[in-house]
């Protein structure tokens, strides 16, 4: 098979909508095997994560349902990845195989050198409901992470209040869940996935049940946090301009079964202005992936 029956293999729906894509000034569809890492800054940096070639499919009543299909993507380190795509593309999956929480595929996924067999600790995950323990505390849940490690006691609780202090819920050590809001919950959550040191962080809509206001303001924290740890992440989200704020790069989902459709750069400097003409021109085309896809 030639290079180019490759990629038209890999990207069967690349071009859908091009016309009305440039109708409206905007550019066109990228082969995400060609298009480079985000910043110029991560695209001198490795590849920690490779993902080769991935399909996962689902056995639904006796028959085969596709997920994920012939997805590759390369996120070097220290770089912020956004997902997009329609409910039901692939996107948490996806997450879950890097994860290791999900098994069952073909391709490979490949961690710092290694193949992604099971859940590690190197790589940390936020889940949209945040998934506390109701009857244990805020350090108590956010020290539940250490629970198949060996650190000592004293560095745990080190950690802890270092962590929970970084995330801005001091003075809130004792409470239970059930006496603080869904925006602190979510700290919590992601304090948890911290506490352990992870290099690589992954975040399933993290604030998708969130108000709009608890939801900006956690996103500004995010982006302090990715700057200040130099992590490399990588987000599921529905919203578009979530992706651009925070991204390096915005990978886009055609509809189920999940395919790369392309891979938008978000070259705009932090922090980032919503407002500004560069920031809503990029959320315009990605938006547009969306408003052109067939039904």
Not at 68 to 83: C, M, N, R, T
Not at 125 to 132: A, D
Not at 220 to 232: A, F, M, P, V, Y
Not at 244 to 266: A, E, N, Y
Request: aromatic share 4%.
């Amino acid at each position: 098979m030639s290079g180019s029956q490759a990629k038209s293999k890999l990207l069967p729906a690349a071009h859908d909508g091009a016309a009305a894509r440039a109708a409206r000034g905007l550019s066109p569809v990228h082969d995400p095997a060609v298009t480079p890492i985000g910043t110029r800054e991560a695209a001198l940096k490795p590849i920690a994560l490779r993902v080769q070639n991935v399909r996962k499919a689902y056995s639904l009543e006796n028959a085969s349902l596709p997920v994920l299909d012939d997805i590759s993507l390369d996120v070097a380190q220290g770089e912020f990845v956004s997902i997009v795509g329609a409910s039901g593309c692939g996107k948490s999956t996806l997450l879950r195989l890097i994860a290791g929480l999900e098994s069952g595929y073909d391709g490979a996924i490949v961690y710092q050198g290694e193949r992604v067999v099971a859940p590690e600790l190197t790589r940390g995950i936020v889940f949209q409901e945040h998934r506390l323990l109701p009857w244990l505390t805020v350090e108590q849940n956010v020290a539940l992470a250490f629970s198949a490690t060996d650190v000592s006691t004293a560095e745990r609780k080190k950690r802890v209040a270092e962590q929970i202090a970084t995330v801005g819920l001091g003075g809130f050590e004792k409470a239970y869940p059930h006496q603080i809001s869904g925006g602190m919950s979510q700290r919590v959550a992601i304090a948890r996935a911290l506490v352990v040191r992870p290099q690589l962080l992954l975040l399933d809509e993290p604030f998708g049940a969130l108000d709009a206001l608890t939801r900006l303001k956690l996103q500004q924290e995010l982006q302090r946090l990715w700057e200040r740890d130099g992590l490399t992440t990588i987000l599921v989200t529905h919203d578009v301009e979530e992706a651009v704020f925070l991204g390096d790069r915005i990978v886009v989902m055609t509809s189920r079964p999940g395919r790369v459709r392309r891979i938008v750069p978000v070259p705009l400097p932090r922090p980032r202005v919503r407002s500004a003409a560069d920031f809503q021109r990029i959320k315009e085309d990605v938006m547009a992936d969306f408003s052109d896809a067939p039904e």
